[in-house]
């Protein structure tokens, strides 16, 4: 079982980036897939989710500039993430839920410049 992320990078602000994840040994289209995000020093939050149905939930502070979505041919999850603000620097995890399980993926890395 594995999540696999990828997209992350240095970017301006104002700038997009969009973040992938690929699961695998899993039944993909399952699972609640979400991102998540942790900077120095905080708790890792929320960013978005998407359900298995296709049901989507955001943070109130990306509403409108990230954009959560799913290939289940794929096996993939994607965040696009538009309008980039320094704030939004952190390292952003893959996870996956399905009733009392949940996985976790590795951490990429997202640095807004300002």
């Known amino acids: 079982v594995q999540l696999q992320a990828s997209g992350g990078g240095l970017v301006q602000a104002g700038g997009s980036l969009k973040l992938s994840c690929a699961a695998s040994?899993?039944?993909?289209?399952?699972?609640?897939m979400g991102w998540y995000r942790q900077a120095p020093g905080n708790q890792r939050e929320l960013v978005a989710m998407?359900?298995?149905?296709?049901?989507?939930t955001y943070t109130d502070s990306v509403k409108g500039r990230f954009t959560i979505s799913r290939d289940n041919a794929k096996n993939t999850v994607y965040l696009q993430m538009n309008s980039l603000k320094p704030e939004d620097s952190s390292v952003y995890y893959c996870?996956?839920?399905?009733?009392?399980?949940?996985?976790w993926g590795q951490g990429t890395q997202v640095t807004v410049s300002s």
């Open positions: 998407i359900s298995s149905g296709g049901q989507t």
């Open positions: 040994g899993i039944i993909f289209r399952l699972y609640g």
């Open positions: 996870n996956a839920k399905i009733s009392n399980v949940e996985l």
